[in-house]
């Protein structure tokens, strides 16, 4: 199984930046679309951003301008870049991939998560 280690997240203020990082390991036949999710102190967990192994992205409308995924498929990573951080978007991040097991059966793995704090 994929097993998925997030990092880079801690504190910041408003107008900061913060990379998150999530680097697999493991095993499967693929690792398919990948993702970042948020979520709030009592909020419901939520897509950030989305991006496929041929790099298509898609993002939330309230980071679209500001957050940018991106992939490296030779280290098999992902990675967030956080600009002009709100209040708001204070969150545990996570993320996602969607894989393919050995058996050719879906699994959703998801990592940990890393805390994102932003305040002054």
């Known amino acids: 199984q994929v097993h998925l280690k997030e990092s880079g997240g801690g504190l910041v203020q408003p107008g900061g930046s913060l990379r998150l990082s999530c680097a697999p390991s493991?095993?499967?036949?693929?690792?398919?679309?990948m993702g970042w999710y948020r979520q709030a102190l009592g909020k419901e967990r939520e897509l950030v951003a989305s991006?496929?192994?041929?790099?298509?992205?898609n993002y939330a409308e309230s980071v679209k301008g500001r957050f940018t995924i991106s992939r490296n498929n030779v280290k098999i990573a992902i990675y967030l870049q956080m600009n002009n951080l709100k209040p708001e978007d204070t969150a545990v991040y996570y993320c996602?991939?969607?894989?393919?097991?050995?058996?050719?059966?879906?699994?959703?793995?998801w990592g940990q998560g890393t805390l994102v704090t932003v305040s002054s």
């Open positions: 996602n991939a969607a894989t393919t097991t050995m058996t050719r059966e879906y699994l959703e793995v």
């Open positions: 493991g095993i499967a036949y693929s690792i398919n679309d």
């Open positions: 991006i496929t192994t041929g790099g298509t992205t």
